[in-house]
């Protein structure tokens, strides 16, 4: 990802690991950087560098500014550099917040702030993240949304250029989560640094984060904007960390058309033309289309009509979707309401996906 804003993080380091070793490489500016991946892939260890909590064993962190005329640097193993936490001006916002217990609101958000600005600054961030009322009350007299709130607090209090936010959610429940995403979503947008935001969860990242890196065993497989590589993830490695669960491998048998092996040799029209890299075909859960069988005569005769037979379909009911199993291993999602807890209506004879919603894929199925 390219940068030429008005502020740049770089960062390109190494860690050897118990089981493998940390080889992270990237820059980023503006917006939210997410780094998606499984837990204990390196996300959390590449943040921890960039604060300054661990070490690399080698590489460099550096801040560049304007169009990259000066640099601070943070990190750099050829010249032996390596700024203490406390000078890095990164702000890293733990999973459990790390709030201390024995100190009020105001006394938490305040701890990192010297001199005669202290307690105006206090002040505005107590207003800025609707903390009125609070200042004398302790963690443990707080929700888990308050929490939040403070530790951001504490970190905007001393104006950060970094922010890392390690996993904010993972103790949550879904409606709380839910609820602090957007508070944390609004706090993103006003604020003109870098914030990188570590996550498993792909919801979490789609909905937080304008640019993403996705990352398995210490290195970065993919990176690009979210939503593009969402739609476009290129590899299968890529398309399974974004939640493509339907893969098969391919043979190539006309410029935009296949036949998936895993899928029982089903004959499928692209909507690009098949290049000889691919190697594999993804289709989302959600994009098939129920089709009648009225309609299925209707697409019977079109190359593009890409009509798959719903025969023995396995059925899971959820409170708003049913999973749909075909009996060639396909899977499907489909919404329903809560209070229908009969398929029979809902599946169809014949499902269609539309060339467009084909993922043509590189690398081995895995």
């Known amino acids: 990802m390219e940068a030429d804003g008005n502020i740049c993080l770089e960062v390109k380091i ?8 940390l080889d992270v490489g990237f820059q980023t500016e ?9 837990s204990g892939c390196g996300k959390s260890m590449a ?16 801040v560049r500014y304007g169009r990259g005329e000066q640099e601070r ?48 600054r206090v002040r505005e961030m107590l207003e800025r993240f609707r903390l009125g009322g609070l200042e004398k009350r302790y963690p443990g007299q707080l929700s888990g949304g308050q929490q939040q709130r ?21 103790a949550m429940d879904t409606h709380l989560k839910e609820k602090l995403r957007l508070e944390l979503g609004e706090i993103l947008k006003d604020y003109h640094g870098i914030s990188i935001l570590v996550t498993h969860d792909r919801d979490e990242a789609y909905q937080l984060c304008s640019n993403m890196l996705l990352m398995d065993q210490g290195q970065v497989i993919a990176g690009g904007n979210t939503k593009a590589l969402f739609q476009n993830p290129v590899t299968c490695r890529a398309a399974r960390f974004t939640g493509c669960k339907n893969i098969s491998r391919i043979e190539r048998t006309g410029e935009r058309r296949i036949r998936a092996l895993d899928w029982g040799n089903l ?15 993804g289709i989302r859960a959600h994009d098939f289309e129920a089709v009648s069988g009225e309609e299925a005569e209707k697409w019977a005769d079109c190359p593009e009509g890409n009509l798959i037979p719903v025969r023995n379909p396995s059925v899971s009911e959820m409170p708003f979707e049913w999973y749909v199993t075909l009996d060639h ?10 209070h229908v807890h009969s398929p029979e209506q809902v599946i169809p004879q014949w499902l269609r996906v539309p060339p467009s919603a084909l993922i043509l894929l590189t690398g081995e199925p895995e």
Do not use: H
């Not at 503006?30 to 499984?38: M, S, V």
């Not at 300054?52 to 080698?58: A, Y």
């Not at 403070?150 to 993972?170: G, H, K, T």
């Open 14 to 21: 190494e860690k050897r690991l118990k089981s493998f070793t």
């Open 30 to 38: 503006g917006g939210c950087l997410g780094i998606l991946g499984p």
């Open 47 to 62: 943040l921890k560098s960039i604060a300054g909590i661990v070490s690399p064993d080698r590489g460099r962190i550096a």
């Open 73 to 120: 640097i943070l990190y750099d193993s050829s010249c032996k550099k390596n700024e203490s936490p406390q000078r890095r001006r990164v702000g890293y916002l733990f999973q459990n917040y790390a709030l201390f217990p024995n100190m009020s609101v105001e006394e938490n958000i305040g701890i990192g702030v010297r001199g005669r600005e202290k307690k105006i």
């Open 150 to 170: 403070v530790a951001l607090a504490r970190i905007m209090a001393y104006e950060p250029e970094v922010i890392l936010l390690d996993e904010p959610f993972s």
């Open 267 to 281: 004959e499928l029209t692209t909507a690009e033309a098949v290049g000889d890299e691919i190697t594999a075909v």
């Open 329 to 338: 291993g396909l899977w499907w999602k489909t919404e329903k309401s809560i």
